[in-house]
């Protein structure tokens, strides 16, 4: 017996470019779409600093150019994906954390490259710029985004960034 594990990471371009629907949303149906018709199951590896990043600029009005909200669209799709038999888990690019919106474009920390490039080292628990604590808010939001649907859904997988 042959186990094969399909994973796609679920991100936008590492330089913060790129649209939430036609480069996240629009792809994964399709493989959504291939996997259910061949019964397969996929894992979603949701790139969570990018989700709080974009929920964060929508909070602050910031993101006028265009006509949706990426991180409800993202809430949707992940939803949908988790009550089809899917899975999501944990991925991060810290280069996302504190991430702002200005000028059209976001604005990166490129000196967040791995995560244990994050300022604050392993850090702790309400310390966002710490290794455990952007880890431990990282299950919770997948795990806040998932429950509605799926109340005993828990993330128990970290994809690291840049092989890390």
């Not at 017996?1 to 036609?22: A, P, W």
């Not at 909200?69 to 809430?75: A, D, F, G």
């Not at 604050?120 to 604590?133: A, Y």
Request: some cysteine; aromatic content about 10%; overall charge negative.
């Amino acid at each position: 017996m042959i186990y094969l594990v399909l994973s796609l990471d679920y991100e936008l371009f590492g330089n913060g470019s790129g649209d939430v629907r036609r480069d996240m949303i629009e792809p994964t149906n399709r493989i959504l779409q291939i996997c259910d018709e061949h019964t397969a199951r996929v894992s979603i590896m949701l790139e969570v600093g990018a989700y709080w990043a974009m929920h964060k600029a929508e909070e602050e009005g910031l993101l006028n150019n265009i006509d949706y909200l990426p991180s409800q669209e993202i809430e949707r799709q992940v939803k949908t994906a988790v009550t089809s038999g899917h899975d999501v888990q944990l991925h991060l690019h810290p280069w996302w954390i504190g991430a702002t919106f200005k000028e059209d474009r976001w604005r990166l920390h490129p000196e967040y490259r791995r995560v244990t490039d994050l300022p604050n080292g392993i850090g702790s628990r309400d310390d966002l710029l710490s290794v455990v604590d952007a880890l431990y808010e990282g299950k919770r939001t997948l795990e806040a985004i998932v429950h509605p649907v799926c109340a005993d859904y828990e993330c128990l997988v970290y994809r690291a960034a840049m092989f890390w």
